[in-house]
């Protein structure tokens, strides 16, 4: 069974644009969950989806964005990106909603790098 | 709200002794308790869990973790250490009660020395 695909794996913007990352969860997993992991800050919760619904959401501004399509497969987006924004973001997903008692998928990341 | 603490930024242990990688967290409900390792420049892999039942959790690669409610402790575990383990270790926290996010901790980056 393929794990989580996260695409693309790096990307390289400046100031100002936006980007869109890309996560394709295991077969059958219905929850895909964004994280942020920065060195200084461990992983930062950016927000959860299950069945095309945003189920919870961190704490991070509105430039921060998601969606969640009907193949479970799920994008964020951040606009107007800042300095701060560099970092790996990284999917993950698993077979139930957070109620659910089963661990995360991760994918390999998206290291997003903002000049 | 609920929170995951990792009090060592490092750890060092040579090749063959036992390790310990501390954790405790703090959340309203019932904790549901994972560790995860990460490898440089990959995701996160999942190690073990708690849900409920003995405290004494067995999970890959020959790592486990005790549960201890008193003290609110998850820490993770190996009798002998190897060098392949030297990695960066994520312990994470989620209330049972209800739907809601898993909320990881700093890290602690495992260093076996040969």
């Known amino acids: 069974k393929a794990g989580v695909t996260q695409t693309p794996r790096y990307l390289i913007k400046t100031r100002g644009q936006q980007v869109t990352l890309s996560c394709s969860p295991i077969s059958g997993h219905r929850s895909v969950s964004w994280y942020q992991q920065t060195p200084g800050q461990g992983l930062q919760f950016l927000f959860e989806?299950?069945?095309?619904?945003?189920?919870n959401k961190g704490n991070f501004p509105g430039r921060f964005s998601g969606r969640q399509f009907s193949n479970s497969r799920s994008e964020m987006n951040v606009s107007t990106l800042e300095l701060g924004d560099s970092a790996l973001y990284l999917c993950a997903s698993s077979l139930t909603q957070g109620r659910g008692t089963g661990e995360l998928f991760f994918g390999e990341g998206s290291r997003l790098t903002v000049l | 709200a609920q929170s995951v603490a990792q009090p060592e930024d490092q750890v060092n242990v040579a090749e063959g002794n036992p390790l310990t990688v501390k954790c405790t967290y703090s959340v309203s409900g019932n904790p549901y308790l994972f560790w995860y390792v990460q490898y440089p420049n990959r995701g996160l892999q999942f190690l073990l869990k708690y849900i409920t039942g003995d405290n004494l959790v067995k999970g890959s690669y020959g790592f486990e973790a005790e549960f201890n409610k008193s003290q609110t402790s998850f820490h993770l575990k190996k009798p002998s250490a190897l060098v392949s383990d030297s990695a960066l270790y994520f312990c994470?926290?989620?209330?049972?009660?209800?739907?809601?996010?898993?909320?990881f901790g700093i890290g602690t980056k495992l260093q076996v020395i040969p």
């Open positions: 994470a926290v989620r209330d049972g009660g209800g739907y809601q996010k898993v909320t």
């Open positions: 989806y299950f069945s095309e619904t945003q189920r």
